[in-house]
C-alpha cells in the first residue's frame, strides 16, 4: 500500500502549505477533511493507514485482501466526509474496517478463523462493566447509527440519544406513531445483530 492513495501530495495550494497538517490533532484533521480539504484527508490516511493495516491482516491473514479492505474504508470516509460525524477518528475507523471484515465473511458464508463458536459469548460481554468495552460499544453504535437509512437514524436518534417518546416523534416527524413503533424494533434487531457479531470479532483483543 502507497502513500496518498487517493490524492496527490504535490498538489498542494500555497495557503494549505503554509500549514502543516501533521501536527494537528485528529479532531482537527477531521474538521477540515469535512470541509473538503484533502491535505487533511492524506494527512489522517499517512497516522493511520498501518495501524489499520495490522489490525485487518491480523483478521484475514491475507495481505492483499486486507489492503484493499483498508483502501476501501479510507475511500469511504472520503466519500462520507460532509455526511457523517465522527466523534473519535480512530475507534471509527477501527470500527469500520472489522465491519468490513465480516462482511467479507458474511458474504462468502463462511466463519472467521478467529469467531468463537458460541454466540452467547459475546452477549455475555456485552453486559460486563469494562470502561473499555464500553467505549469500544459506544464507538460501534455510532458507528451503526451513522450507517443506517435516514429516516431510521433520525427516529433511532431522537428516542434513544434524545430521549423522546414514540408519541412526541411522530409528532415532530409527522408519522404514525406505529410507523416510528415499527422503525425502532427494526432498528433494535439491526443493532442487535450488529453488536453481537463486532463483539465475536472482539474476542481477539
Known amino acids: 500500500m502507497h502513500h496518498c492513495l487517493f490524492f496527490n501530495c504535490s498538489d498542494i495550494s500555497e495557503n494549505c502549505m503554509l500549514l502543516n497538517y501533521d501536527s494537528l490533532s485528529d479532531s482537527e ?13 492524506n494527512a489522517i490516511y499517512e497516522r493511520h493507514w498501518k495501524k ?14 486486507a489492503e484493499e479492505v483498508v483502501q ?3 475511500a469511504n470516509l472520503w466519500e ?17 474496517v472489522r465491519y468490513q471484515v465480516f462482511m467479507l ?23 460486563t462493566d469494562s470502561l473499555v468495552i464500553e467505549k ?3 464507538n460501534c453504535i455510532h458507528f451503526w447509527h ?3 437509512p435516514e429516516k431510521r437514524a433520525e427516529i433511532f436518534r431522537l428516542k434513544h440519544f434524545e430521549d423522546f417518546s414514540t408519541r412526541e416523534i411522530s409528532e415532530m416527524l409527522g408519522i404514525s406513531q406505529k410507523t416510528v413503533q415499527n422503525q ?6 439491526s443493532l442487535r445483530d450488529f453488536l453481537t457479531k463486532y463483539m465475536i470479532l472482539m474476542g481477539l483483543l
Open 29 to 41: 484533521l477531521t474538521s477540515k477533511m469535512s470541509q473538503g480539504i484533502s491535505e487533511a484527508f
Open 52 to 65: 489499520l493495516l495490522n489490525e485487518t491482516h491480523k483478521r484475514l491473514r491475507n495481505m492483499e485482501v
Open 72 to 74: 476501501d474504508v479510507f
Open 80 to 96: 462520507r466526509r460532509g455526511k457523517i460525524e465522527i466523534r473519535s477518528l480512530y475507534p471509527y475507523l477501527l470500527t469500520s
Open 105 to 127: 465473511y458474511k458474504k462468502k458464508q463462511s466463519t472467521p478463523f478467529f469467531e468463537e463458536p458460541l454466540e452467547d459469548m459475546a452477549l455475555s460481554s456485552l453486559q
Open 136 to 138: 469500544e460499544l459506544k
Open 146 to 148: 451513522s450507517m443506517q
Open 184 to 189: 425502532l424494533l427494526t432498528s433494535m434487531a
